[in-house]
């Protein structure tokens, strides 16, 4: 009965490498969000993927980020060269589908932390 | 561009009695509107939602009101429990194009004093 599974908990990074943040949605879910929350805000939109496809991106910077939802495996949202302004935390979710009232259940998060 | 705001950043409330938490949003598109409740270190959790054709949803301890002709919405708790002690989000939701996006709040800090 696990729910959205996130990895790592916390990740640190230097400057300039690479991070990746993986999410295993919910037993029969197959729409995976990604949300980035900065110090004392609320969840900002990032990107929605579905099984092998990005169905929406635009909340996701378009410089150093990519997001994947392979056909087997978790989602794995990347951040290349990373800078101090990527320090946040990066929040998975996942729904059974697109309906209305079908909540989306969220993962508890990686916390990036960059040197 | 906050489409969803939450302007208490906190609320204190002494337990047993009842904890009111608003939000106020911008965009008449919205579908519906979700409350999560977040501890520490941890995700948000769903707490209820309401579709933007109602004006009230009961589960429980917890009601939430929307009022659309003034883009506002309510969470009421009672009786309010030490565990409600939370950080609560509002969020809102339009589906567009098959995209699910929630638009959140900044987030309103309940203390629960007993």
């Known amino acids: 009965n696990a729910g959205v599974m996130q990895n790592p908990r916390h990740l640190v990074r230097r400057r300039g490498q690479e991070a990746r943040l993986r999410c295993s949605p919910m037993k029969g879910h197959s729409h995976v969000y990604w949300y980035r929350q900065l110090p004392e805000e609320g969840l900002k939109f990032m990107v929605y993927l579905q099984k092998e496809n990005i169905i929406d991106e635009s909340g996701m910077p378009k410089e150093r980020f990519s997001a994947e939802f392979p056909k087997e495996g978790p989602s794995i949202l990347r951040i290349q060269q990373v800078v101090r302004g990527d320090s946040a935390a990066y929040f998975c979710a996942s729904s059974p589908s697109t309906g209305s009232n079908q909540p989306q259940h969220f993962g508890d998060g990686t916390r990036l932390s960059i040197l | 561009d906050q489409q969803v705001k939450q302007n208490s950043p906190s609320l204190s409330v002494q337990e047993g009695r009842i904890s009111i938490l608003n939000c106020d949003y911008t965009?008449?598109?919205?579908?519906?509107f979700l409350w999560y409740k977040k501890y520490p270190a941890e995700g948000p959790t769903f707490l209820i939602s309401i579709s933007s054709i109602k004006d009230k949803n009961e589960d429980g301890r917890f009601t939430v009101f929307l009022n659309k002709s003034a883009k506002h919405l309510s969470l009421h708790i009672v009786p309010s429990q030490p565990g409600d002690s939370a950080v609560y989000f509002c969020?809102?939701?339009?589906?567009?194009?098959?995209?699910?996006?929630?638009?959140f709040g900044q987030g309103t800090r309940l203390t629960i004093n007993p």
């Open positions: 965009n008449s598109m919205f579908d519906y």
């Open positions: 969020a809102a939701c339009r589906q567009l194009q098959g995209a699910q996006k929630l638009v």
